[in-house]
């Protein structure tokens, strides 16, 4: 479907490139990735592709890229997940990422902005700060309670990026609490408690079946290795946690 390449700059302990690889498969377009681990993050990234030096970071077009190569500054390219989701729903209408409905179109907005302003924040304070766990279960319900009410995703059934939005952050939540031994100074047991919670209480049943439905599709499938995530996890969790003292 994409007629310029697309060049992805990636690190899977990140929720955010995340985002846009589950976008790109489940539009089917074709994308290379060039990914790093965010502990090890190489001088040249900051120096020759992306000042912020944050991932992912999306260039459209242009001849294939190695790592270490500038992009050349003629190309189209862009930071921030959020964005690149829409650039890319913008720029294959017909994978249909975003419902043509302005009204839906809108909803995905707002749906975005609660995982930037209610979920991500209880998943930081839960996962690096020891806020308490109950702040990221008031968080899920507040997730939940956005989903159309019995199947489907976020906009009333079809996927979208909305959906890309939330996921990947979820399931860091859901890995971070699998980790054994756990990785923040949680109180022995708690981590496990809460997951129980989340993956078996009837108070979540519906984020159950949501991420059911979720894994389900093959974009998922195909972007998701929990065991390769895991064994990231701990070191960039640690340098993530020394920054924030
Ligand atoms: N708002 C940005 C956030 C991107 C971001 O914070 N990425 C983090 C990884 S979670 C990063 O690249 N950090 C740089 C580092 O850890 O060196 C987005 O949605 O793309």
Same mark, same amino acid.
């Given at each position: 479907?994409?007629?310029? =390449?697309?060049?992805? $700059?990636?690190?899977?302990?990140? #929720?955010?490139?995340?985002?846009?690889?589950?976008?790109?498969?489940?539009? %089917?377009?074709?994308?290379?990735?060039?990914?790093?681990?965010? *502990?090890?993050?190489?001088?040249?990234?900051?120096?020759?592709?992306? &000042?912020?030096?944050?991932?992912?970071?999306?260039? $459209?077009?242009? #001849?294939?890229?190695?790592?270490?190569d500038? &992009?050349?500054?003629?190309?189209?390219?862009?930071?921030?997940?959020? *964005?690149?989701?829409?650039?890319?729903?913008?720029?294959? &209408?017909?994978?249909?990422?975003?419902?043509?409905?302005?009204?839906?179109?809108?909803?995905? =907005?707002?749906?975005?902005?609660? *995982?930037?302003?209610? $979920? %991500?924040?209880?998943?930081?304070?839960?996962?690096?700060?020891?806020?308490?766990?109950? @702040?990221?279960?008031?968080?899920?319900?507040?997730?939940?309670?956005?989903?159309?009410?019995?199947?489907?995703?976020?906009l009333?059934?079809?996927?979208?990026?909305?959906?890309?939005?939330?996921?990947?952050?979820?399931?860091?939540?859901?890995?971070?609490?699998e980790? @054994?031994?756990?990785?923040? =100074?949680?109180?022995?047991?708690?981590?496990?408690? *809460?997951?129980?919670?989340? =993956?078996?209480?009837?108070? !979540?049943?519906?984020?159950?079946?949501?991420?059911?439905?979720?894994?389900?599709?093959?974009?998922a499938?195909?972007?998701? @290795?929990?065991?390769? !995530?895991?064994?990231?996890?701990?070191?960039?969790?640690?340098?993530?946690?020394?920054e924030?003292?």
């Amino acid at each position: 479907m994409a007629e310029k =390449r697309i060049t992805l $700059y990636s690190s899977e302990e990140s #929720p955010y490139p995340h985002r846009v690889t589950l976008a790109l498969e489940e539009a %089917n377009i074709p994308y290379d990735t060039i990914d790093f681990e965010l *502990v090890d993050k190489p001088n040249w990234y900051k120096e020759k592709v992306y &000042p912020t030096a944050l991932v992912p970071y999306l260039v $459209y077009g242009g #001849p294939k890229l190695q790592p270490g190569d500038s &992009p050349s500054p003629e190309l189209p390219q862009l930071g921030e997940s959020l *964005v690149i989701l829409e650039f890319l729903a913008d720029t294959f &209408p017909s994978a249909r990422l975003l419902p043509a409905d302005s009204f839906l179109r809108a909803k995905a =907005r707002l749906f975005c902005r609660a *995982v930037e302003e209610t $979920y %991500n924040p209880a998943f930081v304070g839960t996962c690096f700060k020891q806020a308490p766990m109950e @702040d990221l279960c008031a968080a899920v319900e507040h997730m939940q309670g956005l989903l159309p009410s019995d199947t489907g995703f976020a906009l009333g059934g079809e996927w979208s990026i909305a959906d890309a939005a939330f996921l990947p952050i979820f399931l860091r939540t859901l890995a971070f609490l699998e980790l @054994d031994p756990p990785i923040s =100074r949680l109180a022995p047991g708690v981590a496990a408690e *809460v997951l129980a919670t989340l =993956r078996e209480a009837p108070r !979540f049943a519906r984020m159950q079946r949501y991420l059911e439905e979720s894994m389900a599709r093959p974009s998922a499938k195909k972007t998701w @290795d929990p065991a390769s !995530f895991k064994a990231k996890a701990a070191r960039h969790f640690e340098a993530a946690q020394a920054e924030m003292k």
